[in-house]
């Protein structure tokens, strides 16, 4: 009997051990679990900022402007992926200013961009989504051709929120271009004197702050490469047709684009590149573009 208590005792501490075990075990996988779940998100985020300054002494043969020029850019990312379901987000603000010796300050680059889009794999390059992405500037702009100057843009003035369902390919981790059949959108122009001034209003009706667009095809794509490990090339292309009022020339077209090159670890060159076509803004092409030096500095938990 004592023998019998023994093997009892023995074999229950046993199970109790490996009770103990497999629960710990289990713990553990759950802990390794929720640190495997961060890894469905992709985060990248960068911010840079430049100086430019030229000076001329007052008997300079060549002539010349003295003028400083500073500007900032701030753009990040952050991307889920689980299963079929994503989930990207991304953000892009630029702003500039230039002083050339008797002028007053003037912008040389203003942009906010924020795009969120969830979609659902349907195979192995399409998914379908459903998006929503908004822009507009900070600042006031002006037209200097007048005297005095008169106030043509500034924040929500104009601004563009645009939501868009449809399907979505992407062939690869750089390239992807959206589809959306259904694309409505919403311009904005909050300030009512603007209208003093743009003729045009950017399509918004006289008196009013907003226009709808509910029936609309929207095209986004979007080329994010790295060329080399120092260089990089950025673009992304928007068309808006509007079905109600479709023709060519009332199509909206707008193609950014931006190099970065990377001459140390946090010392870059950057050339930035707007290019618009919006008949309710102006029958022509319109154009800016940047070249600056600066500093560059970026985070991301990207696997290379």
Not at 81 to 89: H, P, Q, V
Not at 107 to 126: A, C, P, Q, T
Not at 239 to 250: I, P, Q, R, V
């Amino acid at each position: 009997m004592f023998f019998s208590k023994k093997k009892f005792i023995a074999v229950l501490a046993f199970t109790s051990l490996l009770s103990a075990g497999t629960h710990a075990q289990d713990q553990a996988d759950s802990v390794s679990q929720v640190a495997k779940d961060t890894t469905y998100w992709t985060k990248e985020f960068s911010a840079g900022l430049n100086f430019n300054q030229g000076a001329f002494s007052s008997n300079w043969s060549a002539g010349g402007v003295n003028s400083v020029a500073l500007g900032a850019i701030l753009k990040g990312k952050a991307n889920y992926l689980k299963g079929r379901w994503s989930w990207d987000n991304q953000m892009e603000m630029l702003y500039g200013v230039v002083k050339n010796e008797g002028e007053d300050g003037r912008k040389s680059n203003d942009r906010i961009f924020l795009d969120s889009k969830v979609g659902y794999s349907v195979s192995e390059h399409w998914d379908a989504y459903f998006s929503a992405n908004f822009l507009s500037q900070f600042a006031n702009g002006y037209n200097y051709d007048e005297d005095p100057r008169t106030l043509i843009s500034g924040f929500m003035s104009p601004a563009y929120l645009t939501t868009s369902l449809g399907f979505e390919y992407k062939p690869n981790e750089e390239f992807v271009l959206r589809i959306g059949p259904f694309s409505p959108r919403w311009t904005f122009v909050t300030d009512l004197s603007i209208a003093d001034n743009v003729e045009e209003n950017y399509g918004v009706p006289i008196g009013e702050k907003v226009r709808t667009e509910w029936l609309a095809l929207q095209l986004f794509a979007e080329w994010d490469k790295d060329i080399s490990d120092n260089f990089n090339i950025l673009s992304r292309y928007q068309m808006y047709a509007n079905y109600e009022t479709l023709s060519f020339k009332k199509i909206d077209h707008r193609l950014d684009v931006t190099l970065t090159a990377k001459i140390t670890e946090i010392i870059s060159v950057t050339f930035t590149s707007i290019n618009l076509y919006d008949y309710d803004q102006d029958p022509g092409i319109q154009y800016s573009q940047g070249l600056s030096l600066g500093l560059l500095y970026k985070v991301s938990n990207k696997k290379e």
